[in-house]
């Protein structure tokens, strides 16, 4: 499985971003996606799931500003990103979880929010 995240970059605060997590192999639809986010210096925290039924859960943080999706017949998730802080600023990583064994990370894209 390989999972390739894009649409990361440079963005004033209050705008928006889009990040796509396109994933390889048969087992898209089974499996719980997410994002995480690691800020410099920081460690790795939750940001936002979706499970295969679109059930959607988020972290306080993001919660009202950011939105998870899927579309199983690209196998690609998405994390809208709006109403950005500069506080958001971090690698952003997918992932992709459907059993204890297969649990993949994709290489993440860089969010930049400037003041």
């Known amino acids: 499985v390989q999972l390739q995240a894009s649409g990361g970059g440079l963005v004033q605060a209050g705008g928006s971003l889009r990040l796509s997590c396109a994933a390889s192999g048969s087992i898209f639809k089974l499996a719980v996606m997410g994002w995480y986010r690691q800020a410099p210096g920081k460690q790795r925290q939750y940001v936002a799931t979706?499970?295969?039924?679109?059930?959607?859960n988020y972290a306080d943080s993001v919660k009202g500003r950011f939105t998870i999706s899927r579309d199983n017949a690209k196998n690609t998730v998405y994390l809208q990103m709006n109403s950005l802080k500069p506080e958001d600023t971090a690698v952003y990583y997918c992932r992709q979880s459907a059993t204890a064994i297969q649990d993949y990370w994709g290489q993440g894209t860089l969010v930049t929010v400037s003041s």
């Open positions: 979706i499970t295969s039924g679109g059930i959607t």
